[in-house]
């Protein structure tokens, strides 16, 4: 190793700390929904005390309890301000978190495991609000929010419609020319087939495009290169190589937030659910109220409880304070069963 | 010419082959590809870019990887000279064309630009003739500066036999005695390919000559020999090119030189027609 390799090492370490102890931020904020004290000077001595004594090598006992004094004293800094949290599947830099960013640049981005966590952390009152993604114009709906959302009793506060740009990103100073592995989401990994056999690559799904972002970054596999988001080139100081890799372009994915509490503001779209009686033209009924008030539908999904079971879900253009609208959801209502209003807010087109 | 399968016209009617790329038609009407010799920087190419687009150029040229005489010289910024080509692309709708020198970069470079380029040096590259000829994209066959008309026809055979038709032969000037100009340009070619293959044939008034005051006259007598296009060298600040500054039109000549070739292509229509 020369000094520019050492001094490089140091960079990579620095970007990590600064990765971690932002994670560190997040999860005081979370606590903070959990408690309503900021103040808790036995935790605060516990922890010192266990650093004190777990410090590695180099690390005096005086100059890491100078540090954590510091980080703590952050830390309830942030616990008293007034921040909302929006939790999204991935990590920092997915598409998710750009979406919810297009919906509110002052919320606070929480990576969360799956989109099971993300309706848990709303329920829960661990985050604010949730956003999830529920359909893409490449891959069509996404199964696993649909049947969340037939079985949660959160509401539907805003939508996003964000387009999506895979990009190649590599490590810097990385030669184009011993890339020969790809990692990625099984989405964006479906969406740039033509690129992957084009250029005879290997692809190796991922369980998160971000998350092969980070884990390119931290581990430098030979011969790697990811296709994620260019917000996740920037988080994890990563080269952009290609943009718009897709296979057919105009790639959409929509995005609903979720809430425990309804909207309160004025609202131009609304979302139910409902299921109707086996019987011959239950659902046509349903429909029919729409027609005869004029209402346009923007989306009909369908997600199957059992055997020949369906719950529906429609959007439509409309405000839950227009009579028109009123009426049509009383009428609907009386037609189907399980039904449940979603929600009324506002959509979000991005670009 | 007798191994020349697929390149030669072999006697029959002649039928010419006509490449598109976008919305330009190689092989129908006169074409001009424009640009910098090489990719220096985003602000250099967009700029000169602009400037040969708004002059009446059709397609745009930029080396991203650059052979130079000297391992010592610049040797382009690579696949960020690629991207840099892409975004140029994409504000002017100008096609472009680039070189590729490694056949570990030729599936990466398609993946950016419209027409290969394989220069003067490797045209007889074999591997990479192969390589180039299993793409879809159009290839731009330079000359080589030692060859004769014959080994150039049969470098564009390899690139067809591997099954890409749409090969654009490029003369770029020869080797010679004389030391007065860069190369000796080979006019006599045009026509020449004409009577033997149905390729089309472009010339290189930049390399062939390396003289600034040479090029629009040889860009002129071009499109009077028959070529069906010419590439030329633009950079928007020759005196502070990285790479053939001194063979370089700025965008003013290069605009003076197109209202020229315009007219003449008009006449020569007509010429043509008798």
Known sequence: MDLKDIRKRIDFLDSKILRILNDRM????????????????????????????????????????????????ESKNLQMGDFSLIGFKGEHGAYDEIASREWDK??????????????????????????????????????????????????????????????????????????????????????????????????????????????????????????????????????????????FGNNVTRFLVLSKEENKEEGDKCSIVFSTEHRAGTLFNALEVFARKNINLTRIGSIRSSMGDYTFFLDFIGSNRDENVIAALRDVEAVTVNFRFMGCYKERKVG | MKNLRLTALNG?????????????????????????????????????????????????????????????????????????????????CLPVVTEVLDPRDVSWVCEYVDVLQIGTRNMQNYSLLKEVGKTDKPVLLKRGMYSTLEEWLNCAEYILAEG??????????????????????DLSVVPAVKEVSHLPIF?????????????????????????????????????????DGDQSLSPAMFASMMVKLTHLDICMKEIEGM
Not at chain 1, 135 to 140: D, K, Q, R, Y
Not at chain 2, 223 to 234: F, K, L, N, Q, Y
Request: glycine share 8%.
């Open chain 2, 203 to 243: 010339v290189d008034p930049s390399h062939g000559t390396g003289k600034l005051t040479l090029i629009e006259p040889m860009s002129l007598a071009a499109r009077a020999a028959g070529a069906d296009g010419i590439m030329v060298e633009v950079h928007c600040n020759p005196a502070e090119a990285l790479c």
């Open chain 1, 26 to 73: 997040e999860l005081a904020l979370m606590a903070k929904k959990l408690k309503t004290n900021v103040e808790d000077s036995d935790r605060e001595k516990a922890l010192l005390d266990r650093i004190r004594q777990n410090s590695p090598g180099l690390i005096n006992s005086e100059f890491i309890e100078k540090v954590y004094t510091e980080i703590i004293k």
């Open chain 2, 12 to 92: 029959g009617p002649p039928r010419r082959t006509v490449i598109r790329v976008g919305e330009v038609t190689i092989g129908e009407g006169f074409t001009v590809i424009a640009g910098p010799c090489s990719v220096e920087s985003e602000a250099q190419t967009l700029e000169t870019a602009r400037a040969v687009k708004e002059a009446g150029a059709h397609m745009l040229r930029g080396g991203a990887f650059k052979p130079r005489s000297s391992p010592y010289s610049f040797q382009g910024l690579g696949i960020k000279g690629l991207q840099i080509l892409e975004k140029a692309k994409k504000e002017t």
């Open chain 1, 106 to 247: 002052d919320l606070i981005s929480i990576p969360c495991a799956g989109y099971s966590q993300v309706f848990e952390g709303v329920r829960t009152g661990l985050h604010d609000y949730g956003i999830v993604a529920v359909e893409n114009t490449l891959g069509g709906i996404v199964g696993e929010v649909n049947e969340l959302l037939v079985n949660t009793d959160l509401y539907v506060v805003g939508a996003v419609e964000l387009p999506i740009s895979l990009c190649l990103l590599v490590l810097s100073g990385a030669d184009h020319r011993e890339i020969r592995t790809i990692y990625s989401s099984s989405q964006a990994l479906a969406q740039c087939t033509n690129f992957l056999s084009r250029n005879n690559l290997e692809a190796v799904q991922y369980y998160d495009s971000a998350g092969a972002a980070k884990m390119l970054a931290e581990e430098m596999p030979q011969g790697a290169a990811v296709i994620a988001s260019k917000l996740a080139a920037e988080i994890y100081d990563l080269h952009v190589i290609k943009e718009d890799m897709d296979n």
């Open chain 2, 164 to 185: 890409n038709p749409n090969v654009i032969l490029c003369e770029r000037g020869i080797r010679s005695f004389d030391t007065y100009t860069r190369n000796t340009l």
